[in-house]
């Protein structure tokens, strides 16, 4: 057990996808995994155990923000060993051809700071995902009906961002989406040697404004989890 996961020893697998809402994790587990298990429920943030196609996957919420990321994957990968972390989560488009419902994979991720910023000093350090995984989720997108797109992202810890001019840069320089956490989830990654990768789907635009009606989101959200399952282990 840790401070915020009640898990015993051997309840989390070492592969775990990582939504940040703790409801989303619940949804997932019930609709892809076989004999899911509650094996966390501490300040509500969700967290199932079950198999997909005979392999063992963990599937438990991240909350919002890469401060949150950052205490849940230390106590994923410190305390039970989570070998490949694969955040599954919803993203703001930010360049035209990238629309509502479209499919991305964070190659990088940019960030203003992250929890571990403060460990690098004067270097930027720019952290990305498992190649292998990269490769693999690029593969499983292929086989479906989901325009898929590679690339940089921008992970950000301000929801409400009144940084106009920050938001420009980042669509001036082809970053495609905005989200909260795969930053931090890279960084991790690289430091303790494991495997990361954020699949996540396009929910709004912050260019034009669309935004996915909520009814509709569990149903596209699928084939990001599908995606993201048939990554880890090809």
Same mark, same amino acid.
């Given at each position: 057990?840790?401070?915020?996961?009640?898990?015993?020893?051997?309840?989390?697998?070492?592969?775990?996808?990582?939504?940040?809402?703790?409801?989303?994790?619940?949804?997932?587990?019930?609709?892809?995994?076989?004999?899911?298990?509650?094996?966390?429920?501490?300040?509500?943030?969700?967290?199932?155990?079950?198999?997909?196609?005979?392999?063992?996957?963990?599937?438990?919420?991240?909350?919002?923000?890469?401060?949150?990321?950052?205490?849940?994957?230390?106590?994923?990968?410190?305390?039970?060993?989570?070998?490949?972390?694969?955040?599954?989560?919803?993203?703001?488009?930010?360049?035209?051809?990238?629309?509502?419902?479209?499919?991305?994979?964070?190659?990088?991720?940019?960030?203003?700071?992250?929890?571990?910023?403060?460990?690098?000093?004067?270097?930027?350090?720019?952290?990305?995902?498992?190649?292998?995984?990269?490769?693999?989720?690029?593969?499983?997108?292929?086989?479906?009906?989901?325009?898929?797109?590679?690339?940089?992202?921008?992970? #950000? &810890?301000?929801?409400? @961002?009144?940084?106009?001019?920050?938001?420009? *840069?980042?669509? %001036?320089?082809?970053?495609?989406? !905005? $989200?909260?956490?795969?930053?931090?989830?890279?960084?991790?990654?690289?430091?303790?040697?494991?495997?990361?990768?954020?699949?996540?789907?396009? #929910? &709004?635009?912050?260019? @034009?404004?669309?935004?996915?009606?909520?009814? *509709?989101?569990? %149903?596209?959200?699928?084939?990001? !989890? $599908?995606?993201?399952?048939?990554?880890?282990?090809?």
């Amino acid at each position: 057990m840790t401070p915020h996961i009640a898990a015993k020893p051997g309840d989390i697998a070492e592969t775990v996808l990582m939504p940040g809402d703790p409801y989303r994790a619940k949804w997932a587990a019930e609709t892809y995994l076989t004999d899911a298990k509650c094996i966390n429920e501490v300040r509500g943030m969700l967290g199932f155990t079950g198999t997909w196609n005979g392999n063992r996957v963990t599937i438990m919420g991240s909350g919002m923000g890469m401060p949150s990321m950052s205490i849940y994957a230390n106590e994923l990968i410190k305390e039970y060993d989570a070998q490949t972390l694969i955040r599954i989560g919803s993203c703001g488009a930010m360049q035209d051809h990238v629309k509502v419902r479209d499919v991305v994979l964070a190659m990088t991720a940019t960030s203003t700071g992250t929890p571990s910023k403060t460990i690098f000093k004067e270097i930027d350090y720019a952290p990305h995902c498992d190649f292998g995984l990269l490769q693999a989720a690029h593969a499983a997108a292929q086989g479906r009906d989901a325009t898929t797109h590679v690339g940089s992202i921008y992970s #950000s &810890d301000t929801f409400y @961002s009144e940084r106009n001019d920050l938001t420009e *840069q980042m669509i %001036r320089h082809g970053v495609l989406a !905005v $989200e909260m956490e795969a930053a931090e989830l890279y960084i991790l990654a690289a430091r303790y040697k494991r495997r990361a990768l954020a699949v996540m789907t396009v #929910s &709004d635009h912050i260019i @034009s404004g669309e935004a996915l009606p909520s009814d *509709q989101r569990e %149903r596209t959200f699928g084939d990001m !989890v $599908e995606i993201a399952l048939e990554a880890a282990f090809s």
